[in-house]
Each structure stands twice: as C-alpha cells, then as structure tokens.
C-alpha cells in the first residue's frame, strides 16, 4: 500500500481533495487529511495508479472509480427507529395532520435524503402502515430514498440487514416486519413496497425538480448528512428543501444540525425531544392545542445512544456545468415551476389548459405524465409518456421515465427496451450536450444513469 506521508505532500494531493469536497460537498474532509490520505492510497493501490496527477486524471475519466471512491468516503452509520422521538413526533402529530389535509387527494409523499442503506425509508414505511394502515388504504404513498452512494442504494434495493441494523427496533417490529433469511432479517413485501431508491447528490443536482422526481413532498428527511457539509452549502440546501415542500409540509433534520437561524422561512415546532420545521401556509397551522407534549410514546426510546462513528465523505461523477436547456415558452416554464413546486392540481389545470392548444407538443404530453406520475394515476402516466414518445420518436426523457416507470411496474423486459432506447438515441451526443427536457442533464450523465439501470437489471447494454 502506498504510504500516507508521500501523498501528503503530493503536490496534486490538495487538488484531489478539493475535487472530493466539491463532489460531495463534505467539506468535512477539510482538516482531515490524513483520513482522506488513507482513503485515496488505498483506491490508488486498488487500480495500480501511482501519485494523486495520475489518479486526477483516472477519476476524471473513469466514472466508475469516482463512484468506487466516493462509496469509501461516505459514512454510513444508520439503524431502523434511529433517534425514535422525532419518529414519535412524526407519529403523533405530523402524519394525523398530513392526512387529514390530503384526504382529499388521498396522496402522501415522503423523501429521505441521504438514505444511506434505507433503514430511515423503511422506518417510515413501517410506522405509516402499522399506525395509519386503515387509513392509508388505497392512497397513494410514495416514500422515496435518495443517496450520493450506489453500494448503499444497493443494499437498500435488497432490503436485507444484520441484526445490528435492529439496535434500536422493538422485538415485536422485528419479527412482525422481516423474515429471517440466514442471520439477516428481510423486509417483508408490504412495507418494501412502498418505498423506492434512486441516486441523487444534494450539493450537485438541481432541485427541486419534477424530472428528478424530486418535487412536492410533505415531509423530507435529511438526518445525520448535513454534518459533513460546509455552513455555507447547508444555508444553501435549507431554503431549496423549503422548496421541495408542499405549503404545510415537514422537514426533519437530524437533533444536533444547523443553526436555527437557516429556518427563519420555517415554522419551527417543538417536540418532546424533537424540534421540526414546517413549511409556512396560513391555512395549514395545526392547532396549537394539537402540539401539546404528546402521551408517552409506546415505541421504546432507543437501547442506546447513536454510537459516535468516524463520519466518511461521498463522491459521485462530477456533473458537467452546462446551461439549462430553455425553450422560449413561458406557458410551458410555468406548466414547469408549478409541477417542480408540487402544486400539482394547479399544473394538472395548467396541462388541461395547454393541451387544447398544444395537442402535438411531446412536452406537454410529457410533462403531464410526470404528474400524473405524482398524483397516482399510473394509467395516466403510461398512456401520456407513450402519447409524448409516439409525437416525437427523439424524446429521450420520455424514453427514460417509460423505462423507470416499467421498472417500478417489474416489467423488465420493457424496462430494458426503453432503456436501450435511450442509449442508441444518445449514441452521437456529446457527453456535455444537454437532454431535451433534462433540465441540466448531460447526455454523458444520463447514458451513465441507464447504464447503472441496466446493470441492475441484469440486462445486455447493447
Ligand atoms: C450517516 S448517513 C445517514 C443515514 C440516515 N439519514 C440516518 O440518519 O440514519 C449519511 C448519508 O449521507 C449520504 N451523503 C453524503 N453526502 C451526500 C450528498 N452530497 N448527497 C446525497 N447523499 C449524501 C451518505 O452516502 C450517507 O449514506
């Protein structure tokens, strides 16, 4: 292996080191040289790369090894029912106020940010189907996990933990929820179900953002992340997860995160043993009455504090810098901003409106299925992205989200198809040429996002 002092004063060594703080925007590697020393050499001996130019030059060429770097630099420290009182909050006051305000869509969206192997995900699923599941029947509930690292994305998709992952878990849930396989406990299928994993980096990719699938949530999550940022790319993430939104909706971050001065746009609400942030809307004011400290929670406090671990950056392809793609249509631009602001029934009239005139246009076809994607009307969203795709045979985004959407549908099979679709449609584009559509989306990153697809599926990329 190589030693760590010849790095250190490697003259390409602070560069590498900027590189992995603007990837991940875990500026937490900062002061931690030696850590991220160790790190590097032992990536650079794994490809047999000497001196960090050398292995500049590897990462920037080698999508791959970026994402096997990043996987070494993220910490991944998470367990089911972590830190249960914000669980209990969510529980006893959050959920009954979600739900009764959206019990006339009868929709219920959530996102963890920085999911790491998905125990938060499914600690929501759980709890949303064991304390609401009466009345959540026939809503649709999208639960959505998102991380930087693929290795944990994964291991999330599987579903599959060792009994360590259950610290803090009451025995019940453990045997009520997962299946023995070996000494690991699956998840069983209903509560799987409800919840999904894609990749997405909070400090490089836009949101919010329809196309991301990251849009309209009534409650985001970002737990035990933020901590490896820089204060200044934290102030810059609070407001776009304000954004991200519904009016009325909830942010939970982790018990010892920023400074409550980032949350001046928030309604700051205090639990027991829990502080969360909702979203300002003047209707949406739950009752004071209704925040009184909760009765005592029947889920068991943790069996023990949070270990305190070495917390390990992220990296992940470094997306290329490109305008956004801008069509000179304002209905369309808005038709966007509300879909990306979840105002969903307003975009839907938006839609119903731009298609009496624009009945050709793919994008509105395709924007409309996007939403409709949202709201749950799965046969909408089908028929529009197939509609969008039979105006215009080119429309790679619409490819992509028919791909995904018969992923979620387990239709492999048609999955694969579109998928290839995709790759054969960008096989003259340049790697930095923007999607149509895409927003910021670069030809070299989508055709890396189909491609991780496609291993997933097992399937030839040819
Ligand atoms: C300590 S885990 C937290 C897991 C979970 N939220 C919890 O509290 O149990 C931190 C997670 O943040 C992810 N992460 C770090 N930088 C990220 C970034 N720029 N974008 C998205 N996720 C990131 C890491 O990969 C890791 O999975």
């Given at each position: 292996?190589?030693?760590?002092?010849?790095?250190?004063?490697?003259?390409?060594?602070?560069?590498?080191?900027?590189?992995?703080?603007?990837?991940?925007?875990?500026?937490?590697?900062?002061?931690?040289?030696?850590?991220?020393a160790?790190?590097v050499?032992?990536?650079?001996?794994?490809?047999?790369?000497?001196?960090?130019?050398?292995?500049?030059?590897?990462?920037?060429?080698?999508?791959?090894?970026?994402?096997?770097?990043?996987?070494?630099?993220?910490?991944?420290?998470?367990?089911?029912?972590?830190?249960?009182?914000?669980?209990?909050?969510?529980?006893?006051?959050?959920?009954?106020?979600?739900?009764?305000?959206?019990?006339?869509?009868?929709?219920?969206?959530?996102?963890?940010?920085?999911?790491?192997?998905?125990?938060?995900?499914?600690t929501?699923?759980?709890?949303?189907?064991?304390?609401?599941?009466?009345?959540?029947?026939?809503?649709?509930?999208?639960?959505?996990?998102t991380?930087?690292?693929?290795?944990?994305?994964?291991?999330?998709?599987?579903?599959?933990?060792?009994?360590?992952?259950?610290?803090?878990?009451?025995?019940?849930?453990?045997?009520?929820?997962?299946?023995?396989?070996?000494?690991?406990?699956?998840?069983?299928?209903?509560?799987?179900?409800?919840?999904?994993?894609?990749?997405?980096?909070?400090?490089?990719?836009?949101?919010?953002?329809?196309?991301?699938?990251?849009?309209g949530?009534?409650?985001?999550?970002?737990?035990?992340?933020?901590?490896?940022?820089?204060?200044?790319?934290?102030?810059?993430?609070?407001?776009?997860?304000?954004?991200?939104?519904?009016?009325?909706?909830?942010?939970?971050?982790?018990?010892?995160?920023p400074?409550?001065?980032?949350?001046?746009?928030?309604?700051?609400?205090?639990?027991?043993?829990?502080?969360?942030?909702?979203?300002?809307?003047?209707?949406?004011?739950?009752?004071?009455?209704?925040?009184?400290?909760?009765?005592?929670?029947?889920?068991?406090?943790?069996?023990?504090?949070?270990?305190?671990?070495?917390?390990l950056?992220?990296?992940?392809?470094?997306?290329?810098?490109?305008?956004?793609?801008?069509?000179?249509?304002?209905?369309?631009?808005?038709?966007?901003?509300?879909?990306?602001?979840?105002?969903?029934?307003?975009a839907?009239?938006?839609?119903?409106?731009?298609?009496?005139?624009?009945?050709?246009?793919?994008?509105?076809?395709?924007?409309?299925?996007?939403?409709?994607?949202?709201?749950?009307?799965?046969?909408?969203?089908?028929?529009?992205?197939?509609?969008?795709?039979?105006?215009?045979?080119?429309?790679?985004?619409?490819?992509?989200?028919?791909?995904?959407?018969?992923?979620?549908?387990?239709?492999?099979?048609?999955?694969?198809?579109?998928?290839?679709?995709?790759?054969?449609?960008?096989?003259?584009?340049?790697?930095?040429?923007?999607v149509?559509?895409?927003?910021?989306?670069?030809?070299?990153?989508?055709?890396?996002?189909?491609?991780?697809?496609?291993?997933?599926?097992?399937?030839?990329?040819?």
């Amino acid at each position: 292996m190589i030693e760590i002092s010849p790095l250190l004063s490697d003259p390409y060594f602070s560069r590498l080191k900027s590189l992995v703080i603007e990837v991940t925007g875990m500026a937490f590697y900062a002061d931690k040289d030696n850590d991220l020393a160790l790190i590097v050499s032992d990536r650079m001996s794994q490809c047999g790369v000497k001196g960090c130019a050398l292995y500049l030059e590897r990462l920037q060429a080698d999508k791959g090894e970026m994402e096997a770097l990043v996987a070494e630099l993220t910490i991944g420290e998470t367990y089911f029912f972590r830190h249960m009182e914000q669980f209990q909050a969510l529980r006893q006051v959050v959920l009954p106020d979600i739900l009764e305000r959206n019990a006339g869509t009868r929709r219920l969206r959530i996102w963890s940010a920085g999911c790491a192997t998905g125990p938060e995900p499914y600690t929501l699923a759980i709890m949303l189907k064991r304390e609401f599941g009466a009345r959540i029947e026939g809503w649709h509930v999208s639960i959505l996990g998102t991380d930087i690292n693929q290795k944990f994305l994964t291991r999330a998709r599987e579903g599959r933990y060792d009994h360590w992952a259950f610290r803090a878990t009451p025995e019940q849930i453990l045997r009520e929820c997962f299946e023995p396989v070996g000494k690991q406990w699956q998840i069983k299928p209903e509560y799987k179900s409800l919840v999904s994993f894609q990749y997405h980096n909070l400090t490089q990719n836009r949101f919010p953002s329809i196309v991301d699938n990251i849009a309209g949530f009534d409650i985001i999550i970002c737990r035990n992340v933020v901590i490896y940022f820089s204060p200044e790319t934290v102030a810059d993430l609070v407001p776009r997860f304000h954004d991200t939104l519904v009016e009325g909706g909830w942010l939970v971050m982790g018990h010892a995160e920023p400074s409550m001065d980032l949350f001046r746009q928030f309604r700051t609400v205090t639990f027991p043993g829990a502080v969360l942030f909702q979203r300002q809307d003047a209707s949406a004011f739950v009752e004071p009455a209704r925040l009184a400290p909760a009765p005592l929670p029947p889920m068991p406090l943790p069996a023990r504090p949070t270990p305190v671990r070495r917390p390990l950056p992220v990296t992940k392809p470094q997306p290329v810098a490109v305008p956004a793609a801008t069509l000179d249509n304002p209905p369309l631009d808005h038709l966007r901003t509300l879909a990306d602001q979840g105002r969903w029934d307003e975009a839907l009239a938006a839609c119903d409106q731009l298609l009496r005139h624009e009945v050709l246009d793919w994008r509105v076809h395709y924007l409309h299925a996007l939403i409709q994607e949202q709201v749950g009307d799965a046969e909408a969203c089908e028929a529009g992205l197939r509609r969008a795709i039979y105006l215009e045979r080119r429309a790679v985004m619409a490819h992509y989200h028919l791909g995904l959407f018969l992923l979620r549908k387990d239709d492999a099979d048609g999955a694969r198809r579109s998928f290839r679709n995709v790759l054969t449609l960008l096989v003259d584009q340049p790697e930095d040429s923007v999607v149509d559509e895409g927003e910021t989306l670069t030809a070299g990153q989508m055709r890396e996002t189909v491609a991780m697809h496609m291993k997933l599926l097992g399937g030839s990329q040819a």
